[in-house]
């Protein structure tokens, strides 16, 4: 129990103090906090022979990237074409993000019903396991992000002139992590048999997706706390940086199995609205983040999400070579956006509780 443990050593975040966060408030259930010891097999996939159109290099991409989507959902890319100095800047940036000053973070906090701003371990929104990190997001228009500049006027209508570098560093990064999603779009079909159709292409891109910031402060008693709690992304599919410390894990066969980290790769997982465009082929894992003792931990996160008001469901065909049966009801993100907004705190278990409230909410 957290009133047995010398919580008080945990050291206050900055905004802590003006919250009056209880360190208990950030304790997890003991069941949540059990070691990974050993690594997740999410294979690394060198994707220079795909992006360049080379038939057999498709081939044995799209051969691997089945096999791990259909175990846990999770593998990794190299030569990916977003520049590696484009992630080191965008890296190096999140600081700029999270050294501001308390007061002007309340400022930018997320509102209400949505993602988009700063978040201090959600403590406007849970009042108990609460993750120890904090976090920024802002938004990227797959179709016109790039014509509008619209990382750059976010920044500049929201932060100020002051922030033009750190506004310029996340427009770059967001169009080139725009153009690989795009590109993993692509791959997916191939692994499919949908890419003769562009099945999955039409359905991203006219989307948005949700660029995130996040910034994990390290912490006196990490085997109490958990960075970001057991959850799968609602999202389709995330395209994840995480720095050189550590701390990404992933459920698979039933225990908690760590992603290590990858110098130039990044990290791609299916989400649920993914799986359920696959009639459940592809798996959304449950995955966390972990805290340490020594070094603060910063990743950076790109969810890549469909046009919203367009009707899921997957292909026919994807439905008959999986047996036939359509498991899951159509719907649109834009439900299930605001179910994870307003109506569920994301777990392991969004999707099922999702389709179970769908029915009843005012937009059927
Ligand atoms: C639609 C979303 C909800 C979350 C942000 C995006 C995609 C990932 C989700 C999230 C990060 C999963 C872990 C729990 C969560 C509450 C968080 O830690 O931020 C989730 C986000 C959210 O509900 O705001
Ligand atoms: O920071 C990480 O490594 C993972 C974070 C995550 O899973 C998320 O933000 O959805
Ligand atoms: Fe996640």
Redesign the pocket.
């Known amino acids: 129990m957290a009133s047995s443990t010398n919580i008080h050593t945990l050291p206050l975040f900055s905004f802590q103090k003006d919250q009056n966060l209880a360190p208990a408030q950030f304790i997890w259930p003991k069941e949540d906090l059990i070691q990974a010891q050993e690594e997740l097999n999410a294979p690394v996939i060198d994707l220079a022979g795909f992006l360049s159109d080379d038939k057999a290099a498709i081939a044995t991409a799209a051969e691997l990237v089945r096999a791990a989507c259909m175990d846990h959902g999770f593998f990794q890319v190299t030569n990916h074409g977003v520049d590696e100095a484009v992630i080191q800047a965008a890296e190096d940036e999140i600081d700029a993000l999270f050294d501001l000053p308390t007061d002007e973070k309340l400022r930018l906090r997320r509102q209400r019903g949505s ?1 988009w701003g700063y ?1 201090g371990a ?1 403590a406007d929104r849970f009042a108990k396991n609460l ?1 120890w990190k904090e ?1 920024y ?1 802002f938004r990227f228009d797959h179709a016109t992000g790039a014509e509008k500049k619209i990382v750059v006027d976010y920044f500049d209508t929201v932060l100020g002139k002051e922030f033009m570098k750190t506004a310029l560093v996340y427009q770059i990064y967001c169009e080139q992590m725009n153009k690989l999603a795009m590109a993993i779009f692509k791959l997916l079909e191939v692994s499919l048999g949908v890419d003769a159709e562009q099945y999955y292409t039409k359905l991203f891109e006219e989307g948005t997706s ?1 660029m ?1 910031c996040n910034y994990y402060p390290k912490c006196d008693k990490p085997e109490l706390v958990l960075g ?2 057991p ?1 799968a ?3 389709s599919i995330t395209l994840l940086h995480q720095d050189q410390v550590g701390g990404l894990e992933v459920f698979s066969e039933n225990k908690w199995k760590f992603v290590r980290p990858c110098p130039n790769a990044l990290v791609i997982n299916i989400g649920d609205t993914f799986m359920a465009l696959t009639n459940g082929m592809y798996k959304s894992c449950v995955h966390r983040a972990m805290v340490n003792s020594e070094r603060t931990r910063r990743s950076m996160v790109y ?1 890549v999400c469909p046009k919203e008001d367009l009707v899921l469901r997957a292909p026919e065909k994807v439905v008959e070579a999986d047996g036939g049966r359509r498991k899951y009801a159509d719907f649109k993100w834009a439900d299930l ?1 605001e179910f ?2 307003n109506h569920h ?2 777990d392991g278990a969004t999707l099922d509780n999702f389709f179970r409230w769908l029915p009843s909410s005012p937009a059927n």
């Open positions: 993602v978040s959600h993750p976090t997001s949700i995130r970001t709690g959850h992304d609602p999202t969810f956006y994870t907004q705190r994301v």
